[in-house]
């Protein structure tokens, strides 16, 4: 069915006049549904050729409208008309067919990557050698494709009328399927932003594109590719997903809430096919939920929750993370040996195509308002490395380059896993000198968890047993994943504030004052501020589990012993047995630190002695005196000299830097 001119004049006249009336700007939006657009078409029979006909379509109501704000505002000679708040929403490999081209697509996703804003022929003029016709030509991808020839006498041969190019503003843009329940590698798609709509979107927003599918194929080639003519961009609302939980769910959800056991059944529900880790898992059903942003003094505290699992090979690190991906209503995994050019955070880089600096968002930009999964951190580029620092903490990710400056949000949580540098873990090291892991960024973990693999008999037939067992009942999750994944979801949504009772406040502040008593008899650091923060949001994310405002006693007791078990695995010097979290982050305990200070005024006290400097085995010995072994004094001389504390003007000499 053809669309007739006049068709939408009596549109226009009833819905749109009181807005046409006050327009001021070349761009009118209209919602389909909210103008009353759709139901419009529907009663004219024609609201096929919004999908199949969209050119035409769009700009037969142009005309319509033009003719009315002419009547108000003469200044305004054309009119960009953006619909929005389409019904009939697609998925993005869906919208990529042949049968598409040239007709009306919608579809959500999240902005991977842009280019920098550049000039654009939107239509080009060919004007006929032989009859003088003139050709209209529409840009492709970037490209003025030439008339075959020309549609009045069949000429081949043409003459660029450049005068008469329609030139506007133009960006490119990358959006990708969203994470959500994704079973494989999204799919992406190009989208060509036009006039207004440069300069709206960034890397990490999600979106809804609305516009006209196109395909590209250079003559000489016979692949080609697709892309999207924006006509209109919606941002997507964060709890539009809650539009996939139906009330039966929500009536389900608030079960499980109430039961008692359900801190056990979310454990169990985890990685149900790997046996063990119930602390673990306990910890990443906690970090799923997350705990509660808010500002303090001007300043944002992060809710989302990091964890770091570090361990030997063949313990289950990657499918535990697997499983999770599966099960977080928003989750990007990623491997640090085969990382994107992307990254973890952003890059920029030029397209060799057209010369244009692009930005193209990493793992923890993707993911934002959900989760960045990592396997292998340590392998991920050391200057990516480096760069997480400020998600993990700040939430956002900082560009400046190419005369690019943009601040992206990574609002997500992190939930990491790396191997020990020499293949096993070694108890009787600081977890730093074991991992490619920076001590800055170690820090930013709320948890670390070590998983070693240690022969123990009993364990060791329950786990054969559990892997060999033909009854899948215990393997199955007390929560099905998709429940799970809603759960999970409902919780994000609809708790967004949680106060700590007075009880629950007075445990934590207890937990931390003792520790921090422990730190000044001691002389070890086994706590600091940045890890009361961690038990605050461990807090919130238990209480957030039952769908409360309100955190407990209990609440605040499961936070500390998850926060206790990771101090346990890798904060505990083996010299003294003492908690020291330097021992941990920075791999030298409050025992070393003495030792250090010893050998060094030791140093200090010998070094005149001879031209040379304090003699080794003089040092050695006057720390025998003092009760220190040959074999850790060595030990202390050695990380002086790797710390630039002293140096060695002959072999065996030692003398302090500066003097002392």
Same mark, same amino acid.
Not at 14 to 41: S, W
Not at 187 to 199: A, C, M, P, R
Not at 218 to 225: A, L, M, Q, T, V
Not at 428 to 448: K, T, Y
């Given at each position: 069915?053809?669309?007739?001119?006049?068709?939408?004049?009596?549109?226009?006249?009833?819905?749109?006049?009181?807005?046409?009336?006050? +327009?001021?700007?070349?761009? =009118?939006? !209209?919602?389909?549904?909210?103008?009353?657009?759709?139901?419009?078409?529907?009663? #004219?029979?024609?609201?096929?050729?919004?999908?199949?006909?969209?050119?035409?379509?769009?700009?037969?109501?142009?005309?319509?409208?033009?003719?009315?704000?002419?009547?108000?505002?003469?200044?305004?000679?054309?009119?960009?008309?953006?619909?929005?708040?389409?019904?009939?929403?697609?998925?993005?490999?869906?919208?990529?067919?042949?049968?598409?081209?040239?007709?009306?697509?919608?579809?959500?996703?999240?902005? #991977?990557?842009?280019?920098?804003?550049?000039?654009?022929?939107?239509?080009?003029?060919?004007?006929?050698?032989?009859?003088? $016709?003139?050709?209209?030509?529409?840009?492709?991808?970037?490209?003025?494709?030439?008339?075959?020839? %020309?549609?009045? %006498?069949?000429?081949?041969?043409?003459?660029?009328?450049?005068? *008469?190019?329609?030139?506007?503003?133009?960006?490119?843009?990358?959006?990708?399927?969203?994470?959500?329940?994704? *079973?494989?590698?999204?799919?992406?798609?190009?989208?060509?932003?036009? &006039?207004?709509?440069?300069?709206?979107?960034?890397?990490?927003?999600?979106?809804?594109?609305?516009?006209?599918?196109?395909?590209?194929?250079?003559?000489?080639?016979?692949?080609?590719?697709?892309?999207?003519?924006?006509?209109?961009?919606?941002?997507?609302?964060?709890?539009?997903?809650?539009?996939?939980?139906?009330?039966?769910?929500?009536?389900?959800?608030?079960?499980?809430?109430?039961?008692?056991?359900?801190?056990?059944?979310?454990?169990?529900?985890?990685?149900?096919?790997?046996? &063990?880790?119930?602390?673990?898992? =306990?910890?990443?059903?906690?970090?799923?939920?997350?705990?509660?942003?808010?500002?303090?003094?001007?300043?944002?505290?992060?809710?989302?929750?990091?964890?770091?699992?570090?361990?030997?090979?063949?313990?289950?690190?990657?499918?535990?993370?697997?499983?999770?991906?599966?099960?977080?209503?928003?989750?990007?995994?990623?491997?640090?040996?085969?990382?994107?050019?992307?990254? @973890?955070?952003?890059?920029?880089?030029?397209?060799? /195509?057209?010369?244009?600096?692009?930005?193209?968002?990493?793992?923890?930009?993707?993911?934002?308002?959900?989760?960045?999964?990592?396997?292998? @951190?340590?392998?991920?580029?050391?200057?990516?490395?480096?760069?997480?620092?400020?998600?993990?903490?700040?939430?956002?990710?900082?560009?400046?380059?190419?005369?690019?400056?943009?601040?992206?949000?990574?609002? %997500?949580?992190?939930?990491?896993?790396?191997?020990?540098?020499?293949?096993?873990?070694?108890?009787?090291?600081?977890?730093?000198?074991?991992?490619?892991?920076?001590?800055?960024?170690?820090?930013?973990?709320?948890?670390?968890?070590?998983?070693?693999?240690?022969?123990?008999?009993?364990?060791?037939?329950?786990?054969?047993?559990?892997?060999?067992?033909?009854?899948?009942?215990?393997?199955?999750?007390?929560?099905?994943?998709?429940?799970?994944?809603?759960?999970? @979801?409902?919780?994000?949504?609809?708790?967004?504030?949680?106060?700590?009772?007075?009880?629950?406040?007075?445990?934590?502040?207890?937990?931390?004052?003792?520790?921090?008593?422990?730190?000044?008899?001691?002389?070890?650091?086994? !706590?600091?501020?940045?890890?009361?923060?961690?038990?605050?949001? +461990?807090?919130?994310?238990?209480?957030?589990?039952?769908? /409360?405002?309100?955190?407990?006693?209990?609440?605040?007791?499961?936070?500390?012993?998850?926060?206790?078990?990771?101090?346990?695995?890798?904060?505990?010097?083996?010299?003294?047995?003492?908690?020291?979290?330097?021992?941990?982050?920075?791999?030298?305990? $409050?025992?070393?630190?003495?030792?250090?200070?010893?050998?060094?005024?030791? !140093?200090?006290?010998? *070094?005149?002695?001879?031209?040379?400097?304090?003699?080794?085995?003089?040092?050695?010995?006057?720390?025998?005196? +003092?009760?220190?072994?040959?074999?850790?004094?060595?030990?202390?001389?050695?990380?002086?000299?790797?710390? &630039?504390?002293?140096?060695?003007?002959?072999?065996?000499?030692?003398?302090?830097?500066?003097?002392?």
């Amino acid at each position: 069915m053809t669309v007739s001119d006049s068709i939408f004049q009596d549109y226009v006249e009833i819905y749109l006049k009181h807005r046409l009336a006050n +327009l001021k700007q070349p761009v =009118l939006e !209209i919602d389909v549904r909210e103008d009353h657009l759709l139901t419009f078409c529907i009663s #004219r029979g024609i609201e096929k050729q919004i999908y199949d006909e969209p050119e035409e379509f769009l700009d037969k109501l142009r005309k319509s409208v033009l003719e009315v704000i002419k009547i108000y505002n003469d200044e305004i000679e054309d009119i960009k008309i953006r619909i929005k708040n389409i019904p009939k929403r697609n998925s993005i490999p869906e919208v990529r067919k042949v049968e598409n081209v040239d007709k009306f697509v919608s579809f959500e996703g999240v902005v #991977r990557k842009i280019t920098s804003p550049a000039p654009y022929v939107a239509k080009a003029s060919f004007e006929c050698s032989k009859c003088g $016709a003139i050709i209209p030509v529409r840009s492709l991808n970037g490209k003025i494709p030439k008339p075959d020839y %020309c549609p009045h %006498c069949h000429a081949r041969s043409f003459r660029r009328l450049t005068e *008469q190019d329609e030139v506007t503003d133009c960006q490119v843009i990358e959006v990708q399927e969203l994470p959500e329940g994704l *079973q494989r590698q999204p799919e992406s798609i190009k989208v060509l932003l036009l &006039g207004d709509l440069v300069n709206t979107v960034y890397p990490g927003d999600k979106i809804i594109v609305n516009g006209i599918l196109r395909k590209f194929i250079d003559r000489n080639k016979s692949r080609g590719e697709f892309f999207v003519e924006a006509i209109s961009v919606e941002f997507l609302q964060e709890d539009i997903r809650n539009l996939n939980i139906t009330e039966e769910d929500i009536q389900k959800i608030k079960e499980l809430a109430k039961d008692p056991n359900i801190y056990d059944k979310l454990a169990k529900s985890i990685a149900s096919s790997i046996y &063990g880790y119930e602390t673990i898992k =306990l910890a990443i059903a906690l970090q799923l939920f997350g705990g509660v942003e808010r500002i303090e003094s001007g300043t944002k505290k992060r809710g989302n929750i990091h964890i770091l699992l570090v361990g030997d090979p063949s313990t289950a690190k990657s499918q535990i993370l697997r499983s999770v991906s599966m099960i977080a209503p928003r989750a990007v995994m990623v491997d640090g040996t085969l990382m994107s050019k992307a990254g @973890l955070t952003v890059t920029v880089t030029r397209e060799e /195509s057209t010369g244009r600096w692009t930005i193209e968002a990493g793992a923890v930009v993707l993911a934002d308002q959900g989760m960045a999964i990592i396997d292998e @951190l340590e392998k991920a580029d050391k200057k990516e490395l480096r760069a997480l620092n400020e998600p993990l903490e700040q939430q956002t990710v900082s560009v400046s380059k190419a005369g690019i400056n943009a601040t992206l949000n990574a609002r %997500c949580s992190v939930l990491a896993s790396a191997n020990p540098r020499r293949g096993r873990f070694d108890r009787h090291e600081p977890i730093v000198e074991q991992i490619d892991l920076e001590p800055p960024l170690l820090s930013r973990f709320d948890l670390i968890y070590v998983i070693l693999d240690e022969p123990d008999e009993k364990r060791d037939e329950e786990i054969a047993r559990f892997i060999l067992s033909s009854d899948t009942k215990d393997k199955e999750p007390p929560i099905p994943p998709d429940l799970l994944r809603k759960y999970v @979801l409902y919780a994000r949504n609809n708790v967004k504030e949680v106060k700590l009772t007075k009880e629950a406040e007075e445990k934590i502040i207890e937990f931390y004052v003792s520790l921090r008593k422990q730190s000044k008899e001691q002389g070890a650091i086994a !706590i600091t501020a940045r890890q009361l923060e961690a038990l605050r949001r +461990l807090t919130e994310a238990s209480a957030k589990i039952r769908l /409360s405002n309100v955190a407990t006693v209990e609440d605040a007791e499961r936070a500390i012993e998850l926060f206790k078990e990771s101090l346990r695995q890798i904060a505990i010097d083996p010299e003294s047995g003492r908690i020291d979290w330097d021992y941990a982050i920075q791999g030298i305990s $409050a025992t070393q630190r003495d030792r250090l200070s010893t050998v060094k005024n030791i !140093i200090k006290e010998l *070094q005149d002695s001879t031209d040379w400097g304090a003699s080794e085995d003089a040092v050695l010995a006057r720390a025998e005196e +003092l009760g220190m072994s040959k074999e850790k004094a060595k030990e202390a001389i050695e990380k002086l000299k790797r710390s &630039g504390e002293i140096y060695s003007p002959r072999s065996g000499y030692y003398r302090v830097f500066g003097g002392g």
